[in-house]
């Protein structure tokens, strides 16, 4: 009997320490989860422009997210949808859900995601200059816009993408080649582009 009181004892106190380990570990595992959730929304909040602490400068906040997000983008887009609906488009990026997009963005993604040829060494999309994406954009009804406004139009769709949860680096840019959606293609298309069914508004 006394033997038999020793094992219980023997394994209720195993069981106690089980019990310890196990509550310390969710509580790591809430901690983490917590952080995890305040990182979410911090970085929600900093790409969609919100107000955020200043206890660091805001270049060096950009920075701690802009080199994961761009390392996500290196796989790039493998589908995209754009539906033309005059004053809009129907955009959707890797067969996740549709968003409305305005008709100059709109345009200005089928520009920089068309356009195969001649084929980038990497596989993707062409690069477009800004002089050419103006050209192109200045063939569809609307303001007339100089190369130097592309760069608004770059900020415009990655905000749009940001507000619709897709990476708003598959816009890649560089100083000597231009812009580009970060898009393999599966076929050749036709190069340039025409500007879409915004050309033939009234």
């Not at 310390?24 to 970085?43: F, V």
């Not at 796989?75 to 995209?80: C, E, R, T, V």
């Not at 356009?115 to 009804?141: K, M, Q, V, Y």
Request: positive net charge; contains cysteine.
């Amino acid at each position: 009997m006394g033997e038999l009181c020793e094992d219980l004892a023997r394994r209720l106190e195993a069981l106690r320490g089980t019990q310890k380990l196990l509550v310390s570990l969710l509580a790591r595992a809430t901690r983490l989860a917590e952080s995890l959730e305040h990182g979410s929304k911090k970085l929600e909040r900093e790409l969609a422009g919100g107000s955020v602490p200043r206890a660091i400068p805001e270049r060096r906040r950009e920075r701690r997210f802009e080199g994961l997000l761009k390392q996500l983008a290196e796989p790039g887009a493998s589908a995209l949808e754009i539906r033309f609906d005059y004053d809009f488009a129907f955009v959707r990026i890797d067969g996740a859900e549709e968003f409305d997009v305005a008709a100059r963005p709109a345009l200005f993604l089928e520009i920089i995601s068309t356009g195969t040829r001649p084929l980038e060494n990497d596989g993707f999309c062409r690069w477009h200059s800004h002089r050419e994406i103006a050209e192109l954009l200045n063939r569809a009804p609307g303001r007339h816009i100089l190369p130097e406004s592309v760069t608004n139009l770059v900020h415009r769709l990655r905000k749009t993408l940001v507000k619709n949860g897709a990476n708003p680096f598959y816009v890649e840019t560089q100083e000597l080649k231009g812009v580009r959606f970060r898009y393999r293609r599966r076929k050749i298309d036709r190069d340039p582009p025409h500007p879409g069914p915004l050309a033939e508004k009234s």
